[in-house]
Nanobody, 125 residues
Framework: QVQLVESGGGLVQAGGSLRLSCAASGRTFSSYTMAWFRQAPGKEREFVAAIGWSGVSTYYTDSVKGRFTISRDNAKNTVYLQMNSLKPEDTAVYYC??????????????????WGQGTQVTVSS
């Protein structure tokens, strides 16, 4: 069983920044593929970013490229999402997800085995 705990959400003005953190349990965190998804009210959960086990390979949805950065610290069992130049359309609940088999990157929620409880990000205009 893997537990994921997100933190760092909040209210920020457009153009501002936030850094989300996701702390994971599990002795083999360094082998997990990790991802961030988000879900706005009335919308489906959507892929935001993912990172491979080593941290070298990263993937982003087009709408956040150049503004968001995903990273991980395997020594701390933590994955981060640095969000800059935030826009009102980034407002959503952000979820951390883990694929414990590692290897492939998945862009849909069904590719991930464990989920955090979510953290609210609200960007005001």
């Amino acid at each position: 069983q893997v537990q994921l705990v997100e933190s760092g959400g909040g209210l920020v003005q457009a153009g501002g920044s936030l850094r989300l953190s996701c702390a994971a349990s599990g002795r083999t965190f360094s082998s997990y593929t990790m991802a961030w998804f988000r879900q706005a009210p009335g919308k489906e959960r959507e892929f935001v970013a993912a990172i491979g086990w080593s941290g070298v390979s990263t993937y982003y949805t087009d709408s956040v490229k150049g503004r968001f950065t995903i990273s991980r610290d395997n020594a701390k069992n933590t994955v981060y999402l640095q969000m800059n130049s935030l826009k009102p359309e980034d407002t959503a609940v952000y979820y951390c997800a883990a694929n414990v088999k590692g290897g492939n990157i998945y862009y849909t929620p069904t590719g991930y085995d464990y989920w955090g409880q979510g953290t609210q990000v609200t960007v005001s205009s």
